[in-house]
C-alpha cells in the first residue's frame, strides 16, 4: 500500500542532535511536498517544516537555524536534521507527504506517517 514511514527518533541530551527519516513505499516522492509535523503531549500538532518537490524549503521560527529539511529522491526519503535540541522540541513527530509541483506547505496532505517520539531530556 501507499504510505510514508518515519524513522530516526529516540531520546538525547538538550544541545545533541537527531536526523529522522521519512520514507515512502508505493510511491515516488519526486513530485510530493512534505512537510515534518509534530505534537508535544496535551498540544495540538503543529508544523515544523516543508520541503516542495522543487526543493523550496520553510521553517517554524522556533527551529529555524537549527533544523534543516532535504530530500534524497533517488533514496526516496526526505530528512529533517535537528541539531542545538532543546527539551521544548520533544513530542511526535509526522511525516506527511502531497502532490504537488508548487507547494511548499500544502494546507492538505494525501498520505501521513504513523509518528516517531523524539524526546530531549537531561
Known amino acids: 500500500q501507499l504510505q510514508v514511514v518515519e524513522s530516526g527518533g529516540g531520546l538525547v541530551q538538550p544541545g545533541g542532535s537527531l536526523r529522522l527519516s521519512c520514507a515512502a513505499s508505493?510511491?515516488?516522492?519526486?513530485?510530493?511536498?512534505i512537510g515534518w509535523f509534530r505534537q508535544a503531549p496535551g498540544k495540538e500538532r503543529e508544523g515544523v517544516s516543508c520541503?516542495?518537490?522543487?526543493?523550496?524549503?520553510n521553517y517554524a521560527d522556533s527551529v529555524k537555524g537549527r533544523f534543516t529539511i532535504s530530500r534524497d529522491n533517488a533514496k526516496n526519503t526526505v530528512y529533517l536534521q535537528m541539531n542545538s535540541l532543546k527539551p521544548e522540541d520533544t513530542g511526535v513527530y509526522y511525516c506527511?507527504?502531497?502532490?504537488?509541483?508548487?507547494?511548499?506547505?500544502?494546507?492538505?496532505?494525501?498520505?501521513w506517517g504513523q509518528g516517531t517520539q523524539v524526546t530531549v531530556s537531561s
Open positions: 506527511a507527504a502531497r502532490g504537488s509541483y508548487y507547494y511548499t506547505c500544502p494546507g492538505e496532505y494525501d498520505y
Open positions: 508505493g510511491f515516488t516522492l519526486d513530485y510530493y511536498a
Open positions: 520541503i516542495s518537490s522543487r526543493g523550496s524549503t
